[in-house]
Each structure stands twice: as C-alpha cells, then as structure tokens.
C-alpha cells in the first residue's frame, strides 16, 4: 500500500491550498484518513481526521479554517485549507488505516509529506 500526497507549496498568508493524498495498492477497505503536520523543531500535530463514514475531527488551531474531506472512490482524501497562517507551515503528512487482501486488520500506513510555506 503506498499513499501518495499532492498539493503543497507556497502561498501568501490569508491564501488557500487544497491538500489531496491518495492510495494505493491491495486495498481492501480504508478506515480513518487523517492529516497530521511537522514543523521544524515542533512535534508532530494531528490537523484533521476522518472517518470512513465522515465523521470529522480537527485540531484546535485549524478549526473553522481547515475541512477535511474523502472520496471513498477513489481511496482518497483531501484538506482544504483557507485563512492560512504563517503558523501553518510544515510538512503535511497524510496516513491511512488499510485492510488488505493479505490481511483482514487495519495498520497505518504513510504518505511521504508535502510541503507548506506561507509568507507573511
């Protein structure tokens, strides 16, 4: 299973990105996708999960900013991000909880990181 994330870059503060991560592989079923965010010298922070019903949840610091979304489909999910900060750079990871046609239980697996960088 591989997940492949996509949408980052620079933009000016009070600009908006959209996020996607997709995946891949022997997929059988997706349970929660979730965005998590590393900024240098910071630990890692959930920004927003979602489960395979919808069910949403968000950090403090991105609520009414941020929307997570997935596409059941297509075995991808999105993260809309407007209003953004200076505070909001980092490296955006997406995971995913799979079940494989090898395995009927649920482990996370990683996507790679993409960046964001916003100005002030």
């Known amino acids: 299973v591989q997940l492949q994330a996509s949408g980052g870059g620079l933009v000016q503060a009070g600009g908006y990105l959209r996020l996607s991560c997709t995946a891949s592989?022997?997929?059988?079923?997706?349970?929660?996708m979730e965005w998590y965010r590393q900024a240098p010298g910071k630990q890692r922070e959930l920004v927003a999960g979602i489960t395979s019903g919808g069910s949403t949840t968000y950090g403090d610091s991105v609520k009414g900013r941020f929307t997570i979304s997935r596409d059941n489909a297509k075995n991808t999910v999105y993260l809309q991000m407007n209003s953004l900060k200076p505070e909001d750079t980092a490296v955006y990871l997406c995971?995913?909880?799979?079940?494989?046609?090898?395995?009927?239980?649920?482990?996370?697996?990683w996507g790679q990181g993409t960046q964001v960088t916003v100005s002030s």
């Open positions: 995971d995913a909880y799979v079940a494989t046609y090898y395995t009927s239980r649920y482990r996370p697996y």
């Open positions: 592989g022997n997929i059988l079923r997706i349970n929660d």
